[in-house]
């Protein structure tokens, strides 16, 4: 069963960021005119807003983005559960114990994206690989090529974001993860951050040799 307009609609912002209606219309197979009704709904709702860009000498564009509200249609996975064995993990092992408890869910995850990726022999099946793995766990990740034949990673949404505002220490556990399970060839850097005012988590890759040689 296909998603109800609305809720494709959101999609549609969640993963690229703000739309024009044409871009809309273009991505869900309507008119710009049938897009702008939709957005205009969506706005009354308090889940999308304007906001007007100049381009040029023409006259603004307007795109749509979402609002806090519409952000909150794709919630963080038990969010408050997460907070609360955070905050006692802390209170009653420390901040040593909270750092004890991190490195074991990298581990463990690491363990899992390296089974996953058994039969990866290239840095772009690894990279294609991850991005499917974060998928499956709600981060909404696609990934695209470079002209200068890196990588671009991207996270549309982090169902940890709760958790990670008040432990910033899994984002630094997140970013050696990437880094371990993509191999010594591939260089990771974070160019985009939630938790830094970005609207998504990015991150550039590239093959070491190339950077080492620059």
Same mark, same amino acid.
């Given at each position: 069963?296909?998603?109800p307009?609305?809720?494709?609609?959101?999609?549609?912002?969640?993963?690229?960021? =703000?739309? /024009?209606?044409?871009?809309?219309g273009?991505? &869900?197979?309507?008119?710009?005119?049938?897009?702008?009704?939709?957005?205009?709904?969506?706005?009354?709702?308090?889940?999308?807003?304007?906001?007007?860009?100049?381009?040029g000498?023409?006259? =603004?564009?307007?795109?749509?983005?979402?609002?806090?509200?519409?952000?909150?249609?794709?919630?963080?996975r038990?969010?408050?559960?997460?907070?609360?064995?955070?905050?006692? /993990?802390?209170?009653?092992?420390?901040?040593?114990?909270?750092?004890r408890?991190?490195?074991?869910?990298?581990?463990?995850?690491?363990?899992?994206?390296?089974?996953?990726?058994?039969?990866?022999?290239? &840095?772009?099946?690894?990279?294609?690989?991850l991005?499917? &793995?974060?998928?499956?766990?709600?981060?909404?990740?696609?990934?695209?090529?470079?002209?200068?034949?890196?990588?671009?990673?991207?996270?549309n949404?982090?169902?940890?974001?709760a958790?990670?505002?008040?432990?910033?220490? &899994?984002?630094?556990?997140?970013?050696?993860?990437?880094?371990?399970?993509?191999?010594?060839?591939?260089?990771?850097?974070?160019?985009?951050?939630?938790?830094?005012?970005?609207?998504?988590?990015?991150?550039?890759?590239?093959?070491?040799?190339?950077?080492?040689?620059?």
């Open positions: 069963m296909s998603r307009t609305d809720e494709r609609l959101l999609y549609l912002i969640k993963s690229r960021g =703000p739309v /024009t209606a044409r871009d809309a273009a991505a &869900l197979a309507m008119t710009p005119a049938g897009a702008q009704q939709w957005l205009a709904k969506l706005a009354g709702e308090g889940l999308v807003a304007p906001e007007d860009r100049r381009h000498r023409g006259r =603004p564009r307007r795109y749509w983005a979402l609002t806090e509200r519409g952000h909150a249609r794709f919630p963080d038990h969010s408050d559960l997460t907070l609360d064995m955070l905050e006692s /993990t802390r209170a009653v092992f420390g901040a040593e114990g909270l750092d408890l991190i490195a074991h869910r990298e581990a463990e995850t690491l363990a899992r994206y390296e089974a996953a990726m058994a039969g990866c022999a290239t &840095l772009q099946a690894r990279v294609a690989k991005a499917e &793995l974060r998928s499956a766990e709600g981060y909404m990740a696609d990934w695209h090529r470079t002209d200068d034949g890196g990588f671009v990673l991207a996270e949404h982090c169902p940890i974001c958790a990670a505002a008040v432990c910033q220490g &899994l984002c630094r556990s997140e970013l050696a993860i990437f880094r371990a399970v993509l191999g010594p060839d591939a260089r990771v850097e974070r160019t985009e951050h939630v938790l830094e005012g970005a609207r998504r988590c990015a991150y550039a890759i590239g093959h070491a040799e190339q950077h080492a040689g620059a």
